[in-house]
């Protein structure tokens, strides 16, 4: 069965920091990319962060570059997100998500979300 669970979430003052992380399982980790997406409310789902399967390639939101890092165990299964000098716009429900592309087929894993609210 395949899991991806996030954690780390809360609550945090502008200018803080909180990290989430993602644990993966049910399927082999290492083969796929994975990404932090998040939706505020009304808004649309954006993608935050990404990282390619061996690490070697990272992007990120424009509004985030600089603040946010992501990262992956290859050996524990898990993503990372550590976000630093949050700001209110940052608050929203954060997901993971695993990718793999093989040829012309693409598989997509979601995880429920954990939420990040800044507020002062």
């Known amino acids: 069965q395949v899991q991806l669970v996030e954690s780390g979430g809360g609550v945090a003052q502008p200018g803080g920091s909180l990290t989430l992380s993602c644990a993966a399982s049910?399927?082999?980790?290492?083969?796929?990319?994975m990404s932090w997406h998040r939706q505020a409310p009304g808004k649309g789902r954006e993608l935050v962060a990404t990282?390619?399967?061996?690490?070697?390639?990272?992007d990120y939101l424009d509004s985030v570059k600089g603040r946010f890092s992501i990262s992956r165990d290859n050996v524990r299964d898990k993503v990372y997100l550590q976000m630093n000098n949050l700001k209110p716009e940052d608050s929203a429900l954060y997901y993971c998500?695993?990718?793999?592309?093989?040829?012309?087929?693409?598989?997509?894993?979601w995880g429920q979300g954990t939420q990040v609210t800044v507020s002062s």
């Open positions: 998500k695993a990718v793999r592309v093989s040829g012309s087929h693409q598989t997509d894993y």
């Open positions: 049910g399927f082999t980790f290492t083969l796929y990319a």
């Open positions: 990282i390619s399967s061996d690490s070697s390639n990272t």
